[in-house]
């Protein structure tokens, strides 16, 4: 089945800096999503991404879906960015979603 | 509001005993799923649904039960429940086709099996 990485594993910022989040895939896909699972265990959907870049607020991505990677970007992050950051790519659509790893980030004050 | 719902939120229960957690959503969606989360596992999905009375394996089904007798409903049945299926659960929703894929999930329910 298709494989799904994240980095980095862990990341702790001050409060301001900004960030990137990487998503690896090992094959093409129909479906990437971002996700923010924050530290009450709630997932919010930040961006549904299969290709192209999307942006939201602080918070951008970008899906190359021909070299198999995505990029969440994080800029002047504040507190309440903390939590784990999860990919998930569909291979074709009604399929299996696959989760990645996650990325779990602490911004600190 | 456009939501997926999920009961209970938190369940102890003891071995053996057959439970079901509902799953509930008001956006008219054909495809639904449920995943369990563990530490140092991440998401997987346990079973999916394309639309009424069509469900699918996810990639770990064993010892779980669902059904899609209805539309907006996808409910989770542990037959009999075990220690190891101890975990939070999610259930989710979308689109199958002629829209955006975008899943939207529930709040979660937390499981534990004594």
């Known amino acids: 089945g298709i494989q799904v990485e994240q980095s980095p594993p862990d990341l702790i910022l001050q409060e301001g800096a900004n960030s990137t989040l990487r998503c690896n895939f090992s094959?093409?896909?129909?479906?990437l999503q971002w996700f923010h699972q924050n530290p009450w265990g709630q997932l919010i959907n930040l961006f549904y991404?299969?290709?192209g870049t999307k942006q939201n607020g602080r918070l951008s991505a970008t899906t190359v879906a021909t070299e198999r990677y995505s990029l969440l970007y994080i800029s002047s992050s504040q507190t309440t960015d903390s939590g784990v950051y999860f990919c998930?790519?569909?291979?074709?659509?009604?399929?299996?979603?696959?989760f990645g790893p996650g990325t779990r980030l602490s911004v600190l004050p | 509001e456009a939501q997926v719902t999920q009961n209970p939120r938190y369940l102890i229960t003891v071995t053996g005993k057959k439970l079901t957690v509902t799953c509930s959503q008001n956006?008219?969606?054909?495809?639904m799923s449920w995943y369990r989360q563990d530490p140092g596992l991440g998401l997987r999905q346990i079973y999916y649904?394309?639309?009424?009375?069509?469900?699918d394996k996810g990639d770990v089904p064993e010892g779980y039960k669902v059904s899609r007798k209805e539309k907006r409903n996808f409910p989770l049945i542990l037959e009999s429940p075990s220690p190891n299926q101890t975990s939070l659960y999610f259930c989710?929703?979308?689109?199958?086709?002629?829209?955006?894929?975008?899943?939207?999930f529930g709040p979660g329910t937390r499981l534990t099996v004594t």
């Open positions: 989710a929703s979308r689109f199958l086709a002629g829209q955006a894929y975008e899943q939207y």
């Open positions: 094959d093409s896909v129909n479906n």
């Open positions: 991404i299969p290709s």
């Open positions: 998930a790519v569909e291979r074709n659509y009604g399929q299996n979603f696959v």
């Open positions: 956006m008219n969606h054909e495809y």
């Open positions: 649904s394309m639309n009424v009375e069509v469900t």
